[in-house]
């Protein structure tokens, strides 16, 4: 096993690059990757990092060369021959071959854009620009090296002895949260970690910990090279990126309050069928599934990435059944900010009523709360979005308000056509 607090002694060392193949990202981001490279490959999108939580200084924390350094090696990252075999061998969800040979070639050949970076008030303007299958690519691996120069630059000052408590102080909190989940009869879990892990290193860590503690409750993971590597499962399909950039290409609202299901209709031809989970919180989930087609109660399950959980899946089963469907044979995957004990809550809750499954991201990956000094190592809020698409802007409204992003115009537009009323605010972790 990887000796983590000497590597990060150490972490100058060559052998530690923050982000070591195009593949150490989440899958969901090559699905949506191959179906945009089909239906939407001449869109030029812009991505831009976004820190929620103000009073995490990056620019203060990060020097400016090193965090250069590390994109500038992310740009010189291609597939190799083994990543490429397989993702074109490897079975996915049942299904062998699910990317494409037109696909792959294109993947093979790709390096990613360039960037733009700018200090402004103690913060990183990170930016990229070009076209939507090829600028996306920067979302996982530009959070993945913020998240973890983060760290480096919290633990620059401690020697080998503290270094090694505190990661066994980490891996004894990570390792009694398997002790309780383990205990839940019927848990369906995955690691969601990878866009805010403390590290690579770390990640892998908490992967093998749910491989050897959860044993069959543990059905895999995002990130497609721990997948690889650990011969587990790859599990992901779709995002808000999606909904967002169709509905920015719009020409008019009667467009833009069908852009949302014209992704999934997209998404639908692309996997055959497959990959039927519904993400509906991007424009709020219920004006979202009140209007949505009949086709769409068919599909496997849905995703609940904001709001109050347990709302959301009352919503979601409330709307089955009004669309004939038995909730007891669909899937609701929790997503967003979970921990131990919600995980438990919601179990508890919805089990027998739905299938369940949880996409357990932040607290598995980044938990070191209260074991640096000042709790400099705790999580925050960092994302990167589409914020443009065709130079037009993208909007995301959600089921918390606080998540709410885009101009105050185009919100006020959005929330109009998609007849968003009163939300309540959730406070935002992670």
Not at 106 to 121: T, V, W
Not at 133 to 161: D, H, N, S, T, Y
Not at 356 to 383: H, I
Request: charged letters at 25%; one cysteine or more; glycine letters at 8%.
């Amino acid at each position: 096993m990887v000796d983590i607090a000497s590597r990060v002694y150490n972490h100058k060392w060559k052998i530690d690059p923050i982000v070591r193949s195009l593949i150490d990202t989440d899958f969901y981001k090559l699905l949506m990757c191959q179906s945009i490279f089909r239906n939407r490959p001449d869109t030029r999108v812009t991505f831009s990092l976004i820190n929620r939580t103000k009073s995490v200084r990056l620019a203060d924390l990060i020097d400016e060369g090193e965090l250069r350094e590390q994109l500038d090696h992310i740009r010189s990252l291609s597939l190799s021959r083994g990543e490429s075999t397989w993702l074109r061998g490897n079975t996915f969800y049942g299904k062998r071959q699910m990317f494409r040979p037109d696909f792959m070639e294109r993947f093979e050949s790709l390096r990613l854009p360039p960037y733009h970076l700018e200090k402004h008030d103690g913060q990183y303007e990170l930016t990229f620009e070009g076209a939507w299958p090829e600028a996306m690519l920067w979302e996982i691996p530009a959070l993945a090296v913020l998240m973890e120069l983060r760290g480096r630059a919290v633990l620059k000052g401690m020697g080998r002895f503290e270094l090694q408590v505190l990661y066994a102080r980490a891996m004894t909190k990570l390792w009694e949260k398997v002790e309780r989940l383990r205990q839940i009869d019927g848990l369906k879990l995955a690691d969601f970690g990878t866009r805010r892990r403390h590290s690579f290193l770390w990640q892998d860590w908490a992967v093998q910990a749910l491989i050897e503690g959860l044993e069959g409750k543990f059905i895999g993971t995002s990130n497609c090279l721990i997948a690889m590597r650990r011969e587990v499962e790859a599990i992901g399909t779709n995002a808000h990126e999606l909904p967002m950039v169709y509905s920015a290409l719009a020409p008019d609202d009667a467009a833009l309050a069908q852009a949302p299901y014209q992704v999934l209709a997209d998404w639908h031809e692309e996997h055959d069928g497959n990959l039927r989970i519904i993400l509906p919180d991007t424009y709020g989930t219920e004006g979202f599934l009140r209007r949505a087609p009949d086709w769409l109660a068919s599909w496997t399950g849905i995703r609940i990435d904001s709001g109050d959980p347990a709302t959301g899946a009352e919503i979601a089963i409330r709307w089955w059944r009004e669309r004939g469907e038995d909730p007891t044979k669909k899937l609701v995957i929790f997503s967003d900010g979970l921990d131990v004990e919600k995980i438990e809550e919601l179990h508890r809750q919805f089990v027998g009523r739905v299938k369940v499954s949880f996409g357990w991201g932040t607290m598995l990956t980044n938990d070191f709360r209260g074991l640096a000094p000042q709790d400099g190592l705790a999580p925050f809020s960092l994302v990167c979005k589409a914020v443009s698409a065709n130079g037009r802007p993208t909007v995301k409204l959600s089921d918390n308000p606080n998540k709410a992003m885009g101009p105050a115009d185009e919100i006020a537009r959005y929330k109009r056509v998609f007849g968003v009323g009163d939300q309540q605010p959730m406070q935002v972790v992670v």
